[in-house]
């Protein structure tokens, strides 16, 4: 072989290499973002540096993010932020959810979904509200399974985008709407759901009170809310400084202004006005653990940071994409020791009732 061809030849495995790398296996799973697509939401693409700083700059005092009326914004540019990345790298559902023996990460979430909406009872036809709707895997899945409208409400409005994107490409467009809004202060009647649940979202809430409040208002008596909240379990010990150091990691790389203790969940919805109908961790056994999810996908996080890091330098994907993706590395190794230590749930499960009038 002369050495042109050798050289034709390199550069060719070369190319093909690179394409699968970033196309083929830029993929984890299926999901509907290719690491080619990434982003920074709404934020144009060279200023996704500088808003990380400012995202960033909000944990400087732990546990004190500046004030409470900050937070959506705070929140919406993280979401701006993250939103491409957890798409590409965990798909269309922005949760946790129990492993199950025999069935894949993608089924084991819709049951978890599911699961949300049978125990609000809703019958076909019925308006329910999904607080916090994310790109709206939830959602997708409680329609299909349902048949009820679903109407979704998230800060973020490159999330309806997606949202909506994905609702038409399902053909599940006539059963789920998406609306750009502060859970705080919903753009909708009083009395107006037949039901309403939250996966994983309230947990953004500077205020619990504040949330629960505005889900009761807009709900109609004798319906039902449940909602999967984060907190700190009973083995949580705030004089044990790992504890401490494990929760504020969870909070600063999931942008929560304090995680709460599962104490306070059902003392606040009944502060509000709830009938607690049911309240339970779902993360206890006999469920199989949530973070062995996060645990096993390690060596695609590093296969993920050298494809990033690749893009961004070719400045395909935007600068500050890397460190956000180095903030969510290390975010999930804090959430895996929040899970193994029992110290921490992302599915206490609350069920409530709005008393009948
Ligand atoms: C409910 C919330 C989000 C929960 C999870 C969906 C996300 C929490 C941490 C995220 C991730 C961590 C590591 C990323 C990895 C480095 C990257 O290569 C691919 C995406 C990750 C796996 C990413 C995916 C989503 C999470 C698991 C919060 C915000 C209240
Ligand atoms: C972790 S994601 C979960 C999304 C979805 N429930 C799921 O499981 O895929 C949290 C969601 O809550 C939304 N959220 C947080 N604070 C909000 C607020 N104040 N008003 C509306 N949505 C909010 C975010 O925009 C995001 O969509």
Known sequence: MDSLTLICTAALLAAGGLYWFVCILGSAEVKGKRAVQLSGGSIEKENVQDNYKQYWSFFRRPKE?????????????????????????????????????????????????????????????????????GVGGPMRAIAAHSRANVVGITINEYQVKRARMHNKKAGLDSLCEVVCGNFLQMPFPDNSFDGAYSIEATCHAPKL?????????????????????????????????????????????DA??????????????????????????????????????????????WRNHILVTILAFLGIAPKGTVDVHEMLFVTADYLSKGGEKGIFSPMHMILCRKPEE
């Open 256 to 301: 929560l202004p304090g995680l709460r203790s599962y104490k306070d969940i059902a003392e606040v919805a009944k502060k509000v006005g709830f009938e607690v109908v049911k309240e339970k961790d779902l993360a206890k056994p006999p469920s199989n653990p949530w973070w062995t999810r996060l645990k096993m996908g390690r060596i695609a996080y």
């Open 65 to 133: 993010i500046e004030t409470a009326d900050k937070v959506p914004a705070f929140v919406d540019t993280f979401y701006n932020l993250v939103t491409d990345i957890y798409e590409w790298g965990w798909g269309q559902s922005f949760h946790f959810s129990p492993s199950i023996p025999g069935k894949s990460h993608r089924e084991a979430t819709r049951i978890h979904e599911e699961m949300a909406v049978d125990l609000i009872g809703v019958k076909p036809g019925a308006r329910i509200l999904d607080a916090g709707c």
């Open 209 to 253: 009170e504040e949330v629960y409040k505005e889900i009761y208002r807009v709900m109609k008596p004798g319906s039902l809310y449940v909602s999967y909240e984060w907190v700190t379990t009973e083995l949580y010990k705030p004089e044990d400084p790992e504890h401490v150091e494990i929760i504020h990691g969870i909070e600063r790389g």
